[in-house]
Each structure stands twice: as C-alpha cells, then as structure tokens.
C-alpha cells in the first residue's frame, strides 16, 4: 500500500512537514494550498527537495468551488485553474484535488456540471494534469461519492476521476459497498480518516474532530476492503484536520500518522481475508467476518493493491509488574508493606527492588524519575505475552520507540518501547500458573512464589498529556492489541477527566488513560500534578482493608456525607454501611454486580487502589471518582 | 433581582465555591449535590458556613428521574427523596429542583406523571420542601417547560411548582412569551445560562459548553423580562456546566459570573423599557425594540422583581492611545520613527515616551512589563469616552478591577482598569478633533497637534489566555460597550488561531481578540509567544510603504508564492500586482472594498500593522493571515 498524508496534518512549516514525513517513513504527500503559499520555497526548491526526501508529490489540494457555477463565474474558475495548473507542473505534480461547490454553486443541473466538468478536464488534460473530483459531505448540490461518480463517467474524459474520502462518505453513513463497482482508473485518490462519532454538523466535525485512523468509530477497514476489490492501487492518504494535532510535534504527529496506515493497511487485509469471496464463485462481499480474521485468503492477493501484514499477537494474558521509581523509596516501601506486600529484596545487578503480593508485582526502582523531582511515579508496565520477541517485532514495525533495558549475562532480557506519555511497555514470556521467572533474579536467587493473599494487578491508571491522548489509543490498540470502550468524564475539583478504558477482551488487562483537566497539565505537566495509580484485586476486600488498618495504613479518608448519599442511592443493610464507613471503603453496584474499593494516600504523584469484585462487576466505581478527585485536591491543598 | 449560582459552575471546594461567591457578591447559591457529597463540611458546617458569609442557600439539585415510573421505581424513588429531604432540613435548605426524568421513565402519561408528581408534593410538603419541576430538554417525555408547566398546575400542590432554565428552554427554541401567563406563585426558581449558538446533539452542548449570560448568543433578557413580567421576583440563579469555567481559578471565575447577571439585569430593565405596555392598555409583549433602548417605561416598577440600572455610557468614540511597555525601548522606537511616527519627548514626572503620527498616538512605557523580561508587550490602551467618570462608574460596579495611575498635581487623571488578560485600559476625555489635551504633559509642555500624515489606530489585537477568553467578550461587551462579531478560525503553524472582532457600531474602534494556540501559551504563556500588534490606517498605503522603505523599515517578508495565489485568484493588473510584491504588501478584496496592509518584523512580542481601507471593506484581510503567522514563524524559529 502506498501511504501518504496531506500537509495540512501537521503543525509548522512546509519543509518541517516534508522533512517529517520522511523521517516517519510515508511514501507521498499531498501538499495544502495554504502550506505552499505561505513558504518562501519556490516550487522547483519544493519539488527537489520532495525528490531529495524520497517524497513524492501526489496530490495538490483542494481547488474549491469549481462547478454549478454562471458563465461569468465559470470563466474566473478556469482562469484561476490554469493558473494552479502552471503552478503544479513547476512542482513536478500531476493531480489535483477538485471538491464538489458548497459556496458559489446556483445551478442544480447534472448537465451543466457535467459540461463544466469536461472543460476543466480539457484543461487539466492540456497541462497534463489531472483531476479528482471529490464530492464533500456539505457540498450544495453534490455531496454523494456516487453521485460525483456519475458525473466523471458521464464526463468520461481521462484526465477526470473521483476522489474517495472516507471522512466525507462515513460521516453521511453513504454504503460503501457500490465503490467496489467503480473503474479503478476512474479512481484517482483515495483520502482516509477516521472520526469518534459526534452529533454535529458535518463541517465542524469535520474541520476539527477528525483522527488518524483508528483512533475513532468509523469502519475504515471495511472501507478500504471495497477501495482494494475495485482495483485501485494508488496512494492511502491521510487527511486529518485536528485542533490537537496541528498544534503537537511535528514528528511525532507524522510517526503516529504513519502507524495509523501501517495499522489499518493490516486491518483492511484482515478484513479482505474474513470476507473474501466463496471459492464457489458467488462473493462474501460485505458479509459478516468470520470472527477469527484469519481465515484464509485465496483471493487477497489478487487485487493490484499489495496489503502488508504484521507479525501477529494475541492480546496480553495479563499483568507481568509495574514498575514505580523514585530517588527516595521510602513512602513507596512503607505503603507497600502496609498494604500486605512482602520484599522479595533487591536485583543482584540493578538499582530496583522486588514486592510481591499473590500474583501481584511491583518493582521500585531506585532512581529519580525526572531531574529536580524525587518523588515516585509510575514508570514502567509489564505484560505477560506468548511471544515478546514477535510482540515486540510487531510494536517495532508500529513505530514504537524501543527501549533496551541493560541486562547481565543470564538475565531475562525484556523486550520494551516507550508509550506516547513516556511509560516504559514491557512484553515478558507469561506463565500458565502466574509467576514469573525473573523474579529469580532477586534476594536469595530464589523464583518468588505467589504469597497467601490472593491479590493481582487490577488495572493501572495512567495520566496522559493533551497532546497524545488520541494517539495513546492507537498505540495500545494497534501494538498491544487492547480495545477501546467508551469514554466517561468525570468531574473533579479543577475540571473534567476524560477517562478512557482500554481492556483485553477477557479483562486479564485493565487499562486506564486519564485525560487531565488541561489545568493540571498547563503548570508543571501532568505527570506532577496529576495523581496516577496502581489497582490490586483481592478476594476480600474488607478483611484486607482490616488487616491494612492494623498495620498503620493511611486510607484515603472518605466524607460522611458520601455514605449518607450511599445509603439514599443503595438502602445498604446498616451493618454493612456501618463497615464501609469505618473503613473508608467506597462501594459501587450495577446490574451485573458489586464493586468494593478504597484508596491509600498519595506518594508523590502514586496512590495504590485496593478492589473487590463480587459478580460480573466490570466497571471501576466511576460514581466515587468524584469522591476521590475531591479529597484528593482537598489533601493537596491542605498539605 | 436576586443574584445567585450553582456551585456546579466554577472549580475547587465547596467551601472554596461560597467563599468566592461571597467575595463575588452574590445572595445566595445553589448546592449541587456532588459538591456536598465530596465535602468533608457536614450539612450543619455548610448551613453554618453560608450564614456567616452571608449566602442563602436558594436550591438544593438536582433530583434526577423521578417521575414516568414503574410503581416499583417509585417506591424507592420516594424513599430517595425522603433521605435528601432530610438532609435538606439539616442544610436549612427549603427548595429541590427535580428534573425531568431522562433516564428510568417507562410510561407516557400525564395522569400517571401528575401523580407521581402529587406523591412527591405530598411528601416534600410534610418535610416543609418546596419541589421545583424543571424540563430538561432531553427530557424523555416532558422536554417542554410548558409541558413541565402544565403537569404543575394539574397536581396544584402549593408545594410543588416549576424552575425555568434558559438553556432547556432557548437551546430547544420554545417561545418564551407564554412564561408570562404563568402565575407567579407557581414559578418556584429561575436559572439562566446562555450558550454560543451550535449545532449539536443538545446534551453535549449544555453538559460542556454553556456560558454565563452576555458570553454566548440566546436572547436572555428577553427571557428575564417575560419571568419579570409573570411577577417572579425569586432568585435569578446561574447554572453553567462549562469545561473551561470548571477549571479556572475561582474567585475570578465567580466575577466573570456575576457581573454576567449585573449586566443580565441592565439588559432586562432595557429590554422591558423598549417593550413597556402601551399606556392605552394593549401591550406590546414580544414586539421588538423601539431602537435606543431608553424608552420611558412607567410599568417597569410596577413587577415584583427590582431591577437595578447602571451608569449609562455609549460606546467609545475612538482610541485615544495605545501603550507599550518594555526595558529596552531601543527596537521600538526605531520600528516607531521608521513607520512615520514623532517622537514628543517624554513625560515631564514619568519615565513615559509619547510617539504621534496624525492622530494615532504611541506611549512606550519605559518599565519592564514583567520579572525577567525586557521585551516589549502592549500593556495598556486609552479609549475616548463621554465622560470618564461615568464610564469608569459603571465599569467599577461591573465588578472591573480599578487601576489607578499616579499623577501629579495639574496632570490628567485616567480612570482605568485590568482588562481579564491583564491589559490595562483607561477611559479619555475624548475630543471632536481627535486631539488629546494631556499631550501637553510631555515634552516641550505644548499640547501635540496632529502632523502631516492623517493615520489613525485602526485596530489592536490581543492574544487572550484560553482560560479568560469568554470572560473577555463580555467584559468589553458590558464594560467598554463593544459589541462581539461571529468569530473566525485562522490556520497558523502552530495551530487554528480564535479570532474575535469587538467593534463599536461606527467602527472607529476595532478591538481583536485572539485565543492562541493552546501550545504557545502552555510553554510560557500567551504574552511571551504569542504575538500582539497594533495597526494603523493610512490613506494611502503604497506612499506610506515607500516612505517606510526609504527610513529603512524591516517589513515582515512576504512569499513570492503569496503574490502568485493573488493574482490567479484576483487576476489584478500587473504593475499593481507588482507593486504590491516590491513592497511586501498584501491585499484583500470582498463585495464592499479592498483592503491593503503591511506588516513590520517584531520587536519583543509586538509588531505593526498599517492598513489602507478601500471603499467599505470591513474585514481585517483574514485570509492574509496564514501568511503573516506562518512568516513570523518562520523567522522566529530561524532566529
């Protein structure tokens, strides 16, 4: 699959752009009007240095409001084509990008725009240009890919095709489907974007909202399976307007735009495969998949478009550790240990201690996080795979950064990357029954054995920057194979946290992504002030909580008025209130069960969360978050 | 009129929210159920707490899904109420908003909902509650307050009545006159919020993007004056769920907030004055204004509800000065004399400079506009006004912060005031010659006369902090008599850049504000990267950039591809197309004029702007401005 991506992606200049979207590694680039005229390159300097970055200039884009137009205006339309026309022979380019009229069409007669179609492709055709016809989802009288179809073939001229984008098709909910009857040489571009799916109108959800693929709710891997069986080969380009990427890091933009295609070029091949046609001869197209995605595929390779595919993996079967650091490990230690955790004592090479509870790890790590800051955070997540080196094969070929952890002579050597808020993934070989052979590395020299309590990692919370929240999504989803649930927002003291479950299909891996009021990020970065934390799951909660309160643990104090709230919401038995309040636990219940949980203190920016589940519970008492924000900001405050 | 607030607007603590409230000088507030739930006060604390800063604690809210239930569902709804009635009496709260149910309701029938209604009634009736019934505008069956209404006075309950919420009520587009007909003894609370216009699912635009009156674009005192007309004269209470208010400071937020309803009030009194009664009897309810809005109105007093006016001003009548400040003037007044400007000397008691050409006049402040940065900024901007006073009057008791300026005996004396980006703006005696008689003060002790050349400040733009930008409108709208213009959205390379034209009705003021890219103000605030300008007219631009050129100007340089576009979108004569290239001009053209203009490179975080305005061309050359913020990126990251 060829990839590419409009200019109008990425923040900063022309040649940051163009020199970004090298680096990521894309094969093409559209170039945006503005992006052009507002640069002090001449266009040749622009075509070299396209051909020096082995960029190739694929589409000039967009020329607006072309068709349905009066005589007079018609004639100001081709002047001012000829003129972009001139303009992309200078720039080596050869297709421009014509959108269907939403300002100053008056005429609605498919004969006129068909008419004034043609003599824009006569045009076009003269300067050896040629034209892609797109019709936008807000265009006045063409806003239907099938209908700016209809139009090129009644045009049927060689230098008019259409563009397909998948923003301007999946926003109106258009099938698909008919795309796969289309003449791939009528098919001059293909444009992807994905979306979350908003109740607004199209033009500013299209202006600001748009994502890289993946990272929204429209189905582009089906999309892309009927752009694959029309035949068309050309470039799988991205044209994403965002609010948030316009603004973020150049590379970094480019790098998760370019894991977006490699993930849904995968995608779309998987796609082909679960829905390819009976070898009878009648076709599955558009069927239902067949739910593995890995049935065979005689037919795939048939099509002109050559779909790569990735190492494959299985989704994680759980939590290996997660890793805290700090300079001064003390609080962590003291927490640790009031929480039940053992000290399975020190590495024999490295700076980091081992804690164990059941199945539950945790390592410290003795080292200061940041510099100028000693307090702890949580630095690393360990997974459980079946295979790390194909998992990380996989991760790399996503464009995660690797981070190779230095290891001595028979020592278990992880395979890691860094995720986009900067927290180390590791992928560890999984055992059937919970241990882990690392753990041999510590202390005595001995492999660490579940303890009695009966605790493993719950899920983790992690805070994560404005800037890569979006792109955190893609990262867990495509590398490590976790999916997205709906998104809840919860209020807190200093504004709403956007919070984002990210989760394996059996729930062995719980992921929280907390978008933090931007208040918090803007003064010392979310990682400062924004609190993350570290959830075990025990069997008993309240006996747990007992034997935590026995040792000295500082519980996160909970507000009488919560459990009188409670007790309205719930009409809990009086003794069982009676406990929940004693011990500041906080209590959650749907139809599919109950939920027990309380928090400890903060240490640092850390805080630890204790959790039962009775039932088929499978939420995280989103209702108490509030509660927990409150107290929390109130301690901060007061201390 | 009451004043009042639900605690669900702004950030922080309960306890935080009442204090600021108090501080704000509200009457009462509206506690928001969460907001208690989280507090470690208990209910007796915040009774306590509020009688001391003198609040009333007006609304209790909200109750949600309560009625259009199973007679299960009711039963424990019932018992739900109960509790928080009992915890009402422990807050010495008396009135409950329950909203119409969204959620749980299962059956469609008024009979059915007014007696549940009636169950209700009954109940808070035994507990001395009062049961305001509000239509959410997605409820599920009541969505309409008239609906709502009805339901009321069927159950006719002296215990139960309706709340009117401005948001369900103008975001659904329901005529509001038929709230006269309303008996005043039924309307139990009123809460006003206004909203920008959007076109979204109705829930996400009330749950996110509310604003406090005189922010957004609903006809709210056409609202108040038929609530006043019915005869209420309870509280006038906010209630705005704003994801930005929710995280921004809140003292400061609790300002913008009331001075939201001191200006709601004025414009309601307004409002009935230009729609008072004829005095023959027949009424002219719902008709529009007469125009001046200073109709003599003789009903307004006969209403319950007391509305309190301000101290008139009309809008200003132009700009007096602009002032910049900085260590180093050095680069400005180069930049200054380069443009055409004289230097006046300096301030005979201040380290003040005063720089004039025409009637537009420069004060360049020779003081550091803050810790460790010499750097210039726009600090301060001097408006023409009527009578200084009287605007100063009514600017202060719209809650504007007071900036005295020392003087010494026999000089002018400005009234100013901290605008929310911290620019300082002063009211001028103006005068019909556009000559300012403190000029005097400076240099040879002779008043300036306007020179040769016949400039004028066209317009100033100022970068806004993103936390204070809808703050800002209604602080010029209700303060400086400025009235917002639909916004615009400008590409730049860092971003989409907000653009807000304030302007007064004759345009001799033109004020711009700009909410930066969040990336340039996270780093180190609006002020620093952001850049601000002011702009001058001319009236003839093309003499005025050779005159510039030959004093050896450093004009911002613009791109030959800019001048390109130009001409294939304009087709301009070539000798004017390329003199406009020569001279790094850019140029803009609409249906009432034309509009040339020219940029200098920056000094600090300022730069100017000269503009010539053709026929009536309104505009501010908006599509140039890609060019303008792309160039001075450029430069400011090649330098």
């Known amino acids: 699959m060829r990839t590419g991506i409009a200019t109008v992606c990425l923040s900063g200049t022309l040649k940051e752009k163009m020199q970004a ?3 990521a590694g894309f094969d093409g680039i559209e170039i945006f009007e503005q992006d ?3 640069s002090p390159l001449a266009p040749e300097d622009v075509r070299k240095m396209a051909a020096d970055l082995g960029l190739t200039l694929d ?19 081709l002047r001012r084509a000829e003129a972009k026309f001139r303009l992309m022979a200078r720039l080596g380019m050869d297709t421009v990008l014509v959108c269907s009229n939403v300002a100053t069409a008056s005429i609605d007669s498919d004969d006129l725009r068909a008419e004034q179609l043609g003599c824009l492709a006569q045009m076009a055709g003269d300067h050896g240009v040629r ?12 806003s239907d890919y099938e209908h700016a179809h209809r139009l090129v073939e009644a045009v049927d001229h060689p230098n008019l095709g259409t563009c397909l984008d998948s923003f301007h098709i999946l926003s109106r909910a258009w099938d698909t489907a008919p795309i796969e009857a289309f003449s791939p040489e009528k098919i001059f571009f293909v444009q992807v ?3 979350p799916k908003l109740s607004m109108d199209v033009l500013s959800w299209s202006r600001h909202y748009r994502v890289f693929p993946g990272e929204g709710q429209f189905e582009l891997a089906k999309f892309m399976g009927h752009v694959v069986r029309a035949g068309y080969s050309g470039p799988v380009s991205l044209e994403i307007f965002n609010d948030v990427f316009r603004q973020s890091d150049v590379e970094r933009t480019a790098v998760d735009a370019m894991r977006s295609l490699i993930w849904l070029e995968e995608q779309s091949a998987k796609w082909l495969d679960a829905n390819a046609p009976d070898p009878a001869g ?5 069927g239902a ?38 300079a001064d490990t003390a609080g962590l230690e003291k927490v640790l240990g009031q929480l039940g955790f053992e000290s399975n004592g020190r590495h024999r090479t490295k700076d980091v201690q081992l804690w164990t509870m059941g199945h539950a790890r945790v390592i410290i790590n003795e080292a200061a996080p940041s510099a100028g800051s000693a307090a702890p955070v949580i630095a690393a997540l360990g997974f459980d795979v079946d295979s790390p080196v194909i998992a990380s094969a996989r991760a790399q070929q996503l464009k995660a950064p690797a981070v190779p952890r230095k290891s001595q002579a028979n020592e278990e050597v992880f395979q890691g990357f860094a995720a986009p808020d900067s927290t180390e993934i590791f992928l560890c070989q999984g055992s059937p029954d919970g241990t882990a052979a690392w753990t041999h590395e510590f202390g005595e020299g001995l492999e660490v054995r579940a303890s009695g309590a009966s605790a493993v990692i719950d899920h983790v919370n992690l805070a994560q920057p404005w800037q890569h929240f979006d792109e955190a999504v893609l990262f867990y989803t495509s590398a490590l194979a976790l999916e997205p649930q709906p998104f809840a927002e919860v209020p807190s003291p200093t504004g709403l946290v956007r919070s984002q479950v990210m989760l394996t299909k059996d729930r062995s891996v719980r992921l929280v992504l907390n978008l933090a009021p931007l208040i918090q990020q803007d003064v010392e970065g979310p990682r400062k002030t924004y609190q993350e934390h570290i959830a075990f799951a025990v069997d008993d909660l309240v006996a747990t909580a007992r034997a935590c309160q026995s040792r000295g643990l500082e519980f996160l104090q909970i507000p009488a008025n919560y459990y009188e709230d409670l007790d309205a919401r719930f009409g809990l038995a009086p003794d069982f209130l009676a406990t929940l309040q004693e011990l500041n636990l906080l209590y959650d219940r749907d139809d599919d069960g109950e939920f027990l949980h309380f928090y400890t203190a903060t240490v640092g920016s850390v805080f630890f969360e204790m959790v039962e589940r009775r039932g088929g519970y499978d939420g995280y008492g989103a209702p108490n978050a509030p509660v927990r924000h409150a107290v929390q900001y109130d301690h901060m405050h007061r201390s």
């Open 282 to 286: 009648s076709t599955a197209a558009g």
């Open 289 to 326: 998949g067949t739910g593995s995605g890995r049935t065979t595929a005689p037919g795939r390779r048939r099509y002109p478009m050559e779909l790569a595919t990735l190492p494959q993996v299985a989704e994680p079967a759980g939590w290996n550790f997660a890793e805290v650091r700090a």
């Open 193 to 195: 974007a994905d979306a």
């Open 21 to 23: 979207c090298a680096i």
């Open 36 to 38: 052009l005229v507002t």
């Open 59 to 77: 589409l000039y884009q967009p020329f607006r409001d072309f068709d349905s137009v009066s005589e007079d205006l018609l004639a100001a339309n």
């Open 131 to 142: 034209v892609a016809y797109e019709a936008l989802a807000w265009g006045k009288y063409v």
